[in-house]
C-alpha cells in the first residue's frame, strides 16, 4: 500500500443544476464487466480517461461529488465551451471565489467502457494547487457518473477498478453486505462514533473517495460531537473555495455499518464547514454531518451497488494497521517540470520540525541520504510517518545555501 497524504481532501461542490447521463455510459463488446487499472496517489484513486479524442487525463475518482469537474479549461477545449452557463461559486463568507462552466457533449473513454453525450462542470480559472498536493498532473474529477451506471469494485491493494453490468452482476462470497443510502447521488453509510467521555452516537456518514484522510465530523452538527482533549492545528485540505482549515484529534471508537470497528481513529474537525445538505431520517434519529475517506475505505476491497442500495466489503491486508498522523511536523508541496522538487509548505506548531527550525519555502534537497527526485510524493509522506524515534536526515536548501536538519519522529496525537 502506497503511503497517504492526510492533508489533502478534495472538497467538490456538487450541483443538481447539471444533468447526468449515466445511461450513456456502456461496457465494450457486451461483456459482463471490465477491469481498469488506476493509480493510488496520496490516498486517491486516480484513473486515465480520454474526452473527445484527446488524452489520456488524469482524473480522481470521487464518490463525493455528484458531477464531473475538469480542473483547467483547455483539457475540455474552447470549441465545447462557447456560450457555456456560468455558475458562480461563493466562499462560506458570501464572496465570489470562481465561476463554473457547463461544458456539453463530451464523450469519454476508459479501458472498457464509453460514453457520448456526458456533461461535465469545468473550473473557470483553475485556483486549485492539485499537481503540487499529488505529485502529478490531475486534470479533474470523475463523479458518480460510473456508479450510477454500474456495480462498482474498488481494490485499493491491486489498484484494480472493476465495472460490471448490474444484470450480470452477483454477489461475491467473503465479503460482508452493508445497507447505504443513496442520496443526491452520493453514497452515506450507517455508523456508530463512540468519543471518550461521551455517549455513542449514531449518523450516517458520506463515503467519499475524493477524500484521503479518515474521518470528518463537524461538531456544531450535534451537541455530542465535540473536539478531543489533545489536537492539532492544521491545513485539512482544499476545494475551490480555498483552504479548508481546522484540527485533527482522535475518536475513540468508529463502527461502519454494523460489521467493522475501528479504534483511535484520525478525525479531523473542519472549522466554517458548510454542509451542502442537513438530512435527517422521518424520525429524526440519523443525522448527516460528515464524510468516511480513503483512509478508512483503503482497508477494503468494496463493491458498490447503487441500484440497490447495498455495499460489499472484504478486509484487505492493512485492516489491522493503525491510522498514522504526520510524525514529522511539516508539510510540502511538489513543484518544478517533473514534480519532483519539494518544498515546505507548513509547519506544525510545537513538532519536531519546528524544534529543528525548519521553514516554509525551505527546498528538501535529500532525505535519509538519497536525493528527494528518487521519491514519489506518497513515499515522501511514508516517510514523515515513520517509527517514533526514528531520524530523518534532511539536507535543504534556503535562500542558496545548503543546511542539514535532523529530525527526531515521535507521535503528537
Known amino acids: 500500500m502506497k503511503g497517504k497524504l492526510l492533508t489533502l481532501a478534495l472538497a467538490v461542490l456538487c450541483f443538481q443544476a447539471v444533468a447526468q447521463n449515466p445511461l450513456g455510459f456502456s461496457l465494450s463488446d457486451g461483456k459482463g464487466y471490465v477491469e481498469l487499472s488506476f493509480r493510488e496517489e496520496s490516498n486517491l484513486i486516480v484513473v486515465p480517461i480520454v474526452l473527445n479524442g484527446k488524452g489520456p487525463f488524469n482524473f480522481i475518482l470521487d464518490t463525493g461529488s455528484e458531477s464531473g469537474l475538469v480542473f483547467d479549461r483547455w483539457v475540455i477545449g474552447e470549441n465545447n465551451l462557447v456560450n457555456a452557463r456560468e455558475i458562480p461559486v461563493y466562499a462560506s463568507n458570501g464572496n465570489k471565489v470562481t465561476d463554473l462552466l457547463v461544458a456539453s457533449d463530451l464523450n469519454i473513454k476508459m479501458t472498457g467502457v464509453e460514453a457520448s453525450q456526458q456533461t461535465m462542470l469545468v473550473l473557470k480559472e483553475n485556483n486549485l494547487d492539485i499537481k503540487g498536493m499529488l505529485g502529478i498532473d490531475a486534470h479533474g474529477i470523475l463523479g458518480s457518473e460510473l456508479f450510477n451506471r454500474f456495480v462498482v469494485e474498488i481494490d485499493y491493494e491491486e489498484e484494480r477498478i472493476r465495472l460490471y453490468d448490474h444484470s450480470k452482476f452477483k454477489a461475491p462470497k467473503g465479503y460482508k453486505k452493508v445497507k447505504i443510502d443513496v442520496k443526491g447521488f452520493r453514497p452515506y453509510i450507517i455508523t456508530e462514533i463512540k468519543q471518550k467521555g461521551q ?204 543546511y542539514r536538519k535532523s529530525i527526531r519522529l515521535r507521535r503528537m496525537i
Not at 463515503?207 to 473536539?227: C, K, N, P, W, Y
Not at 489536537?231 to 479548508?244: A, D, V, Y
Not at 471508537?253 to 481513529?265: A, D, E, L
Not at 484520525?266 to 466554517?272: A, N, W
Request: hydrophobic share 35%.
Open 199 to 402: 455517549k455513542k452516537i449514531k449518523a450516517s456518514l458520506l463515503i467519499d473517495t475524493g477524500a484521503s484522510s479518515a474521518i470528518f465530523l463537524d461538531e456544531q452538527r450535534h451537541d455530542e460531537i465535540v473536539l478531543p482533549r489533545k489536537t492539532i492545528e492544521h491545513t485539512l485540505g482544499s476545494s475551490i473555495t480555498g483552504s479548508l482549515e481546522g484540527k485533527i484529534g482522535r475518536v475513540q471508537k468508529v463502527n461502519i455499518g454494523g460489521k467493522f470497528t475501528f479504534r483511535k481513529v484520525l478525525t479531523s474537525f473542519p472549522q466554517d464547514w458548510k454542509i451542502q445538505k442537513n438530512l435527517t431520517d422521518d424520525d429524526g434519529s440519523i443525522v448527516r454531518y460528515g464524510t468516511i475517506g480513503s483512509d478508512v475505505l483503503s482497508k477494503f476491497n468494496i463493491i458498490y451497488d447503487y441500484a440497490n442500495e447495498v455495499a460489499y466489503f472484504k478486509k484487505e491486508k492493512n485492516y489491522r494497521e493503525e491510522f498514522k498522523f504526520n510524525r514529522a511536523g511539516f508539510t510540502f508541496v511538489a513543484q518544478g517540470k517533473e514534480l519532483n522538487e519539494y518544498v515546505v509548505s507548513s509547519i506544525i506548531p510545537n513538532s519536531p520540525a519546528e524544534e529543528v527550525s525548519l521553514e516554509t519555502g525551505d527546498e528538501i534537497i535529500a532525505i535519509s541520504g538519497k536525493p528527494v527526485f528518487f521519491f514519489s510524493m506518497s513515499e515522501m509522506n511514508g516517510l514523515l510517518r515513520g517509527d517514533p524515534g526514528s531520524t530523518l536526515e534532511l539536507i535543504i536548501k534556503r535562500n542558496g545555501n545548503l
